[in-house]
Structure formats: C-alpha cells, structure tokens
C-alpha cells in the first residue's frame, strides 16, 4: 500500500504516517522514493501499541506530569 493508503487504511493523514515512520518505527519499506506498506505488518504494528497516544517511544519522562504510564513495566494499579 502507499502513504495514502494507509493513511485512509489507518484513519489518520499523511503527515501522520510520516511521523510515525520517524518516531514509532512504524513497519515501512522504501521504495525508489515512495514508501510502501504491508497491511498484515501495519494490523502486528498497530496491536503491539505504538500507534497510541500513550505510547512512549523515545519520548522522556519530562514529558508531563499527567504521564504517569511508562512502556516499561507497571505499577500494579489497574
């Protein structure tokens, strides 16, 4: 599939896409300039969470107070 496939696959823009191509290691193949995808990649990528809002990634933990999960380990509550 292209950026604009899976975009509309997935609900969310091209500028989305991108980002979690950068950010979330997001399952992309390029080819030539286009990015290309494989949907049975993506539904994997996208069960394991990092297409969440809460997951963290490279992000620090001064991203605020009211983050208070963390992509390693748990507390326990909940």
């Given at each position: 599939?292209?950026?604009?496939?899976?975009?509309?696959?997935?609900?969310?823009?091209?500028?989305?896409?991108?980002?979690?191509?950068?950010?979330?290691?997001?399952?992309?193949?390029?080819?030539?300039?286009?990015?290309?995808?494989?949907?049975?990649?993506?539904?994997?990528?996208?069960?394991?969470?990092?297409?969440s809002?809460?997951?963290?990634g490279?992000?620090s933990?001064?991203?605020?107070?009211?983050?208070?999960?963390?992509?390693?380990?748990?507390?326990?509550?909940?």
């Open positions: 599939m292209s950026v604009e496939e899976i975009a509309e696959y997935l609900g969310v823009s091209k500028d989305t896409i991108y980002g979690w191509i950068a950010k979330r290691d997001m399952p992309a193949h390029k080819v030539g300039r286009l990015w290309k995808f494989k949907t049975d990649e993506i539904d994997s990528w996208v069960r394991t969470g990092k297409a809002d809460e997951y963290s490279s992000v933990e001064e991203a605020g107070p009211h983050k208070e999960k963390h992509a390693k380990g748990g507390n326990g509550n909940g």
